[in-house]
């Protein structure tokens, strides 16, 4: 008697860079019992692509333009808390991996992990629930300085990215919606909160955060 198989675990990827994607999506096509149903170059094309798709695992980046990966994550996972969010990034601070899993990750890969992680990270938030790779796991483990999140708001880390990456206060009003004096009041009270009194010293402190690459 035939035993039916187990239906394939259907992921979608979500990175920027169009080799990054082909290069994963290559990996995990060897990968028995794993298929790769979508691609999407940033957050709001992953977000439609989980709609009309409804996969088993997202693998996204976090940088990425337009909408990041982490808002991405978190508004799947408010209306889709079923779908396995598994992070790959470039970035490694606890930061980033604290606020990835604040908005709905069960994991969390680094880029330069060896290709094997990548199948243990899908089949293990599919079987357990979460994957973290050893480095992070280690990481979290040890005591850490304070996050972005527990010094500042959502909204303050937004401006915060846009004024590390040399917008203008009306560029940061337009695209977030807000007057060009709302900006400039967050962006005085993002110093006084960090007790940092330049754009420069912001910059630098986003670069060390982990929210814009250096």
């Not at 019992?33 to 997202?58: C, Q, S, T």
């Not at 010094?151 to 004024?163: G, S, Y």
């Amino acid at each position: 008697m035939k035993t039916t198989p187990p239906p394939k675990i259907r992921v979608v990827l979500a990175d920027d860079h169009d080799l990054v994607r082909s290069g994963i999506k290559a990996l995990l096509s060897m990968v028995d019992g794993v298929e790769v149903i979508a691609e999407a170059r940033d957050g709001k094309e992953l977000i439609a692509l989980v709609e009309d798709l409804m996969p088993d695992v997202v693998m996204t980046d976090i940088s990425m333009p337009g909408m990041d990966g982490i808002t991405a994550i978190s508004e799947i996972h408010g209306k889709h808390p079923q779908v396995r969010m598994l992070v790959l990034s470039m970035y490694d601070t606890v930061d980033f991996v604290k606020r990835a899993v604040a908005n709905g990750a069960c994991g969390y890969l680094m880029k330069d992990a060896p290709p094997f992680e990548l199948e243990q990270a899908v089949r293990s938030v599919m079987a357990t629930g979460s994957y973290f790779s050893p480095a992070i796991a280690q990481r979290l483990l040890q005591p850490s300085e304070p996050t972005v999140d527990d010094e500042l708001t959502h909204r303050q880390v937004e401006i915060l990215k846009l004024i590390a990456q040399g917008r203008a206060s009306k560029e940061i009003a337009y695209e977030l919606g807000l007057s060009p004096k709302t900006v400039d009041v967050h962006r005085a009270r993002i110093m006084e909160r960090l007790r940092l009194n330049d754009i420069a010293s912001l910059t630098l402190y986003a670069v060390r955060k982990g929210l814009v690459k250096p």
